[in-house]
């Protein structure tokens, strides 16, 4: 049984046959025509922090593969009322065949994957959101080709997302510039790299742009991190991503961010909805890519 916990739960073949498939089943839907390979199929989606992108996505993208969806929050489930996780997942792995799960430590979602019968996906952790930089390498192929040898800048937070895109470089053979205020770096043994090599941390988060063929970032305050939120927007002022940063970049850069934004913090309203920001099709991606991820969770290589 394959789970998909962290991006290196998955091979470079792996991710070569899901993009070529979630391109497939993109282009179904936008001709209207069915793809049903989970009928009678059944995902649990469990929430323990808010969503809209991953809700829907994971909810319609089921409904599309001819399966069905039910949805559990903290607030309206026994999860809320400390049912251990491990007792969660032996139970709710009995009724259903996929389980995606967003929560806050990634030891949570380890625990219910060890006493789940069915495959869990990662919704997001503190530590990863993995299905999000699958959407994010999808779109940036959809637009450049290949990933593979091009370079990411990252500016920002050290969080979830950063570290997600480090364990895929590592996989898929590009690099990311890495820009952090101090006090905010990423952790290379949270984000379960071997090594150093497929990254290059800047002080400057301009540098880091320097010839990128992406620019990326997030909020500075994620979610479970809000009592920090006054002290993060002092130490992030100078880590917005504005038209210099982008100048600085490779002149066909695209612009990344995982959503939801707040302009004038970390991401200035030109560059988002600039010419360059692909946030839209990026969000979209979220549901072709994860289509495609459950059909080969559940039915392998077709
Ligand atoms: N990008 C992302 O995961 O969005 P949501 O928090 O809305 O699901
Ligand atoms: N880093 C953000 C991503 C939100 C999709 C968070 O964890 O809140």
Known sequence: ?????????????????????????????KNYEKHQPLVDRTLAMIFEKASTRTRVSFEAGMYQLGGSVVNLTTGDS?????????????VISRMVDLVMIRTFEQTKIERFAQHSRVP?????????HPCQILADIFTFIEHRGSIAGKTVAWVG??????????????????????????GYEVDQSIAGLRSSDSYQVFQDPMQA?????????????????????????VAFTDWCVDLDMMRAAKPDALFMHCLPAHRGEEVQAEVIDGLQSVVWEEAENRMHVQKALMEYLLLGRL
């Open 1 to 29: 049984m394959q789970h998909y916990l962290q991006f290196s739960d998955l091979t470079a073949p792996d991710y070569a046959y899901l993009f070529e498939r979630a391109a497939l089943i993109k282009k179904k839907f």
């Open 78 to 90: 026994q999860l809320g009322r400390a049912e251990p996780i491990e007792d969660s997942a032996k």
């Open 120 to 128: 869990v996906i990662n919704g997001l952790t503190n530590e990863f």
């Open 157 to 182: 937070d050290g969080n979830n997302m950063a570290n997600t895109w480090l364990q895929a470089s590592e996989i898929l053979g590009f690099k990311v510039h890495v820009s952090t205020p101090t």
């Open 209 to 233: 742009c320097a010839d990128a063929d992406l620019v990326t970032t997030d909020v500075w305050t994620s979610m479970g991190f809000e009592a920090e939120n006054e002290a993060r927007k």
